[in-house]
């Protein structure tokens, strides 16, 4: 994007007001605003664009670790862009920081690795920042500072942070110290903004430290992201309107060919951090590991450890129920796999029968699936949301265990993790087709039928332990999606079934 300097005196006396920073953001979001301007966008859209370029470019020239040269290295800053109509502001960001070849990319989940998240329902990309924020902090608490250092920053919209998802994966992210998370969002274009008051209310409440800033003013905004980065609680940046008078002043020149592309302050910066990372990451004890979990590969003799570990965990099982047995196999999974996350609802456990008795210590122990796990409350559709950003994050396993009704909350995140093929794991309980002592509502009469209709998810439902072990097979071996099992908490009343006349359990049915 070479330009001819222009040699108006009045252009360089209001260049030379602005320091070496401030002109390379000023002139960074003029670029980006031109290239705004050349898209075909709608009124409110433009508007909102161009409102948020400055803060945008702000964070990508000063602070977003960013390799344009290799935007899928494990350490990068999560840039998360959850909608379609904030999209064009990342499509100008990665034209001006990147090498031409990227830029030419359609901008896409799965064809453009600057994507981290393919557009979606609303608040589902909030949820999805959430969990990345969730696995770099697992992943760190593993590995250290020195391979996992990075942060999830969100451009939102108003209309995200309004959902039920959103609020749900907000009060998580609170819940669990998500310090490494920060969303970016300005208000709707139109006069009314009494619901965007509201979503900072209870994002506040949530735990989180909410930030007004003048969206035209830099200083204020290089404030706000300093301050992000010493935060101890996740931050929501609101960029309200810019107020006349306190706008950085645009320098008339145009971009420099130093100022974009490879030449850029967030390439040079990003290759700058990439490069001591690598060093870093050859010579750190944990290496194998790291690059084994973030290939997604089994560790070695997998299948033999398997078998063994879940052998000796079905035997030491209380009960023979589907939901006992699949349970077990969590446990062992979890012995063999230190990248196994489990979220956890309040519904997942089903132990009390038709008849309200006294549970043994046993059964009150069987009550936490496994020693790390993460409870997320009645929070399901957001412990559903987080689990696609685990996913997406890389090097964990996600798993997490609810009951089979309260799928059709967690459905729209379940139908995002289907049409992404991610791996991500699903253990339902429930009482089967038979009316439990929770009445009709908790019956699960179409849900099976619906959830066996949903593309690239595979669908278990085992009938015994024997099956039980060969559907957990089935599942870890799927990879063209989420895999989910549907288990019961009630034994089968007909005793023993016989050993299957063709193939295994694994093949479907026994018979």
Same mark, same amino acid.
């Given at each position: 994007?070479?330009?001819?300097? /222009?040699?108006?005196?009045?252009?360089?006396?209001?260049?030379?007001?602005?320091?070496? =920073?401030?002109?390379?953001?000023?002139?960074?979001?003029?670029?980006?605003?031109?290239?705004?301007?050349?898209?075909?966008?709608?009124?409110?859209?433009?508007?909102?664009?161009?409102?948020?370029?400055?803060?945008?470019?702000?964070?990508?020239?000063?602070? !977003?670790?960013?390799?344009?040269?290799?935007?899928?290295?494990?350490?990068?800053?999560?840039?998360?862009?959850?909608?379609?109509?904030?999209?064009?502001?990342?499509?100008?960001?990665?034209?001006?920081?990147?090498?031409?070849?990227?830029?030419?990319?359609?901008?896409?989940?799965?064809?453009?690795?600057?994507?981290?998240?393919?557009?979606?329902?609303?608040?589902?990309?909030?949820?999805?920042?959430?969990?990345?924020?969730?696995?770099?902090?697992?992943?760190?608490?593993?590995?250290?500072?020195?391979?996992?250092?990075?942060?999830? +920053?969100?451009?939102? =919209?108003?209309?995200?942070?309004?959902?039920?998802?959103?609020?749900?994966?907000? =009060?998580?992210?609170?819940?669990?110290?998500?310090?490494?998370?920060?969303?970016?969002?300005?208000?709707?274009?139109?006069?009314?903004?009494?619901?965007?008051?509201?979503?900072?209310?209870?994002?506040?409440?949530?735990? +989180?430290?909410?930030?007004?800033?003048?969206?035209?003013?830099?200083?204020?905004?290089?404030? %706000?992201?300093?301050?992000?980065?010493?935060?101890?609680?996740?931050?929501?940046?609101?960029?309200?309107?810019?107020?006349?008078?306190?706008?950085?002043? #645009?320098?008339?020149?145009?971009?420099?060919?130093?100022?974009?592309?490879?030449?850029?302050?967030?390439?040079?910066?990003?290759?700058?951090?990439?490069?001591?990372?690598?060093?870093?990451?050859?010579?750190?004890?944990?290496?194998?590991?790291?690059?084994? #979990?973030?290939?997604?590969?089994?560790? %070695?003799?997998?299948?033999?450890?398997?078998?063994?570990?879940?052998?000796? &965990? $079905?035997?030491?099982?209380?009960?023979?129920?589907?939901?006992?047995?699949?349970?077990?196999?969590?446990?062992?999974?979890?012995?063999?796999?230190? #990248? !196994?996350?489990?979220?956890?609802?309040? /519904?997942?456990?089903?132990?009390?029968?038709?008849?309200?008795?006294?549970?043994?210590?046993? &059964?009150?122990?069987?009550?936490?699936?496994?020693?790390?796990? =993460?409870?997320?409350?009645?929070?399901?559709?957001?412990?559903?949301?987080?689990?696609?950003?685990?996913?997406?994050?890389?090097?964990?396993?996600?798993?997490?265990?609810?009951?089979?009704?309260?799928?059709?909350?967690?459905?729209?995140?379940?139908?995002?993790?289907?049409? $992404?093929?991610?791996?991500?794991?699903?253990?339902?309980?429930?009482?089967?087709?038979?009316?439990?002592?929770?009445?009709?509502?908790?019956?699960?009469?179409?849900?099976?039928?619906?959830?066996?209709?949903?593309?690239?998810? %595979?669908?278990?439902?085992?009938?015994?332990?024997?099956?039980?072990?060969?559907?957990?097979?089935?599942?870890?071996?799927? &990879?063209?999606?989420?895999?989910?099992?549907?288990?019961?908490?009630?034994?089968?009343?007909?005793?023993?079934?016989?050993?299957?006349?063709?193939?295994?359990?694994?093949?479907?049915?026994?018979?």
């Amino acid at each position: 994007m070479a330009a001819a300097l /222009s040699t108006d005196p009045t252009d360089l006396r209001e260049e030379t007001q602005l320091s070496a =920073q401030q002109s390379a953001v000023a002139r960074m979001s003029r670029a980006a605003r031109l290239l705004l301007n050349a898209e075909h966008l709608p009124p409110h859209a433009r508007t909102l664009l161009n409102r948020m370029c400055l803060p945008v470019t702000a964070l990508w020239c000063r602070v !977003l670790r960013f390799d344009p040269s290799a935007p899928d290295w494990p350490d990068r800053d999560r840039f998360v862009v959850p909608s379609t109509t904030m999209l064009p502001l990342l499509r100008a960001m990665l034209r001006l920081t990147g090498p031409a070849t990227e830029a030419a990319l359609p901008l896409e989940y799965g064809r453009h690795p600057a994507v981290e998240v393919a557009p979606g329902l609303a608040g589902q990309g909030v949820a999805a920042a959430v969990g990345m924020a969730f696995a770099e902090q697992t992943l760190a608490r593993r590995f250290g500072r020195s391979l996992v250092n990075h942060r999830t +920053w969100v451009l939102a =919209q108003d209309t995200d942070l309004a959902t039920g998802v959103a609020m749900e994966a907000a =009060q998580l992210a609170g819940r669990f110290g998500l310090d490494r998370l920060a969303v970016l969002v300005t208000p709707p274009a139109g006069p009314d903004n009494g619901d965007f008051a509201d979503s900072l209310t209870r994002f506040s409440a949530s735990g +989180w430290t909410v930030r007004k800033v003048d969206a035209g003013n830099a200083a204020a905004i290089s404030s %706000a992201l300093a301050a992000t980065l010493r935060a101890r609680k996740p931050t929501l940046i609101a960029c309200l309107p810019s107020t006349p008078g306190h706008a950085l002043a #645009e320098p008339h020149l145009p971009p420099e060919e130093e100022l974009t592309g490879p030449w850029s302050p967030t390439a040079r910066r990003g290759a700058t951090t990439r490069r001591s990372w690598l060093r870093r990451f050859a010579r750190h004890r944990l290496r194998t590991a790291f690059e084994r #979990e973030i290939q997604g590969q089994r560790p %070695a003799l997998f299948e033999e450890d398997w078998h063994r570990a879940c052998h000796w &965990q $079905m035997q030491s099982a209380e009960g023979h129920a589907t939901q006992d047995a699949g349970l077990a196999g969590l446990r062992a999974l979890s012995e063999l796999l230190p #990248e !196994l996350v489990c979220l956890t609802a309040a /519904s997942a456990y089903r132990l009390d029968l038709a008849a309200p008795v006294a549970l043994p210590a046993t &059964q009150q122990a069987r009550a936490r699936l496994l020693p790390a796990e =993460q409870s997320c409350g009645i929070q399901d559709h957001g412990m559903a949301g987080m689990l696609n950003g685990i996913a997406l994050h890389g090097g964990l396993l996600p798993c997490c265990a609810a009951s089979m009704m309260t799928v059709d909350r967690m459905r729209s995140a379940l139908r995002m993790a289907a049409l $992404m093929r991610r791996k991500v794991l699903y253990l339902l309980t429930g009482d089967g087709l038979a009316l439990g002592d929770g009445g009709g509502g908790w019956q699960p009469v179409e849900q099976l039928a619906s959830l066996r209709a949903m593309p690239h998810l %595979a669908v278990f439902r085992p009938c015994d332990v024997r099956e039980t072990t060969a559907c957990w097979e089935a599942a870890l071996t799927w &990879q063209g999606g989420p895999a989910m099992l549907l288990l019961c908490p009630y034994e089968n009343q007909h005793g023993p079934l016989p050993a299957p006349a063709f193939g295994t359990p694994s093949r479907g049915g026994m018979w």
